[in-house]
């Protein structure tokens, strides 16, 4: 390749962000929140078990 040359890294990873930005209206949406806090409720049984089990 010539240094004048564009190698395509950028251009070829364009279509996946345009596909992965796109907003679809039959998609699951959830709160990040919620997603947070399932996992420190997770954690939090993980940890209540283990004390149990001894």
């Known amino acids: 390749m010539?240094?004048?040359?564009?190698?395509?890294?950028l251009m070829s990873s364009a279509g996946l962000v345009r596909y992965f930005d796109a907003e679809d209206r039959n998609a699951i949406r959830v709160d990040p929140k919620t997603i947070v806090a399932s996992g420190?409720?997770?954690g939090i049984g993980i940890l209540v078990?283990?004390?149990l089990a001894f």
Do not use: E, H, T
């Open 2 to 9: 010539s240094k004048g040359q564009n190698s395509g890294g």
């Open 49 to 51: 078990l283990n004390a």
């Open 40 to 42: 420190v409720l997770f």
